[in-house]
T-cell receptor, first 112, second 113 residues
């Protein structure tokens, strides 16, 4: 089977830095994705890590350690508009490499 | 707007009725996915198409659910004899051949009374 764990909620203030962790258990692994979803909206792609290390895209960075089955999303210089749910998703070799299993999501609240 | 559209955006139906949803992916994307999402949960995989071929269907998907993608363009998801437990957001996503980035549509929110 496949399972992912994320904290259910995280709260931080504007301008701060926050890290959202994701641990996974899968029978196979191609990569780890992160998506942002605002209330009532659709998930929006943020990043994808196939190899160990840090990927940086503007204020957002994502890290992967395949040996630890662990990754995190780092959000810097938090803004009110970053208040949303964040999902990690594992891409596995199942389904012709198109199996994406999503975590339960972390709700981020950014306070003024 | 990701370029993926879904119709309708909202659907209210009575238990036992059939419903059909449509998804128009980004035109050059050959991969199309359907997901179901309930409140407070992540998207749950339902089925996947590469071009017109339905390559995978979740074991969790009952026989009341069927999906098509004629000519490898738009896709439809039909739910027959709806049940209250089918109430959820139904999301469609598409991706190119590299497959690592999925672009989601706005979803169809279904309420079964």
């Amino acid at each position: 089977g496949q399972s992912l764990e994320q904290p259910s909620e995280v709260t931080a203030v504007e301008g701060a830095i926050v890290q959202i962790n994701c641990t996974y258990q899968t029978s196979g692994f191609y990569g780890l994705s992160w998506y942002q979803q605002h209330d009532g909206g659709a998930p929006t792609f943020l990043s994808y890590n196939a190899l160990d290390g840090l990927e940086e895209t503007g204020r957002f960075s994502s890290f992967l350690s395949r040996s630890d089955s662990y990754g995190y999303l780092l959000l810097q210089e938090l803004q009110m508009k970053d208040s949303a749910s964040y999902f990690c998703a594992v891409r596995s070799p199942d389904n012709y490499g198109q199996n994406f299993v999503f975590g339960p999501g972390t709700r981020l609240s950014v306070l003024p | 707007d990701t370029g993926v559209s879904q119709d309708p955006r909202h659907k209210i139906t009575k238990r036992g009725q059939n419903v059909t949803f449509r998804c128009d992916p980004i035109s050059e994307h050959n991969r199309l996915y359907w997901y179901r999402q309930t409140l407070g949960q992540g998207p749950e995989f339902l089925t996947y198409f590469q071009n017109e071929a339905q390559l995978e269907k979740s074991r969790l998907l009952s026989d009341r659910f069927s999906a098509e993608r004629p000519k490898g363009s738009f896709s439809t998801l039909e739910i027959q004899r709806t049940e209250q437990g089918d109430s959820a957001m139904y999301l469609c996503a598409s991706s190119s051949s590299s497959g690592s980035t999925q672009y989601f549509g706005p979803g169809t929110r279904l309420l079964v009374l």
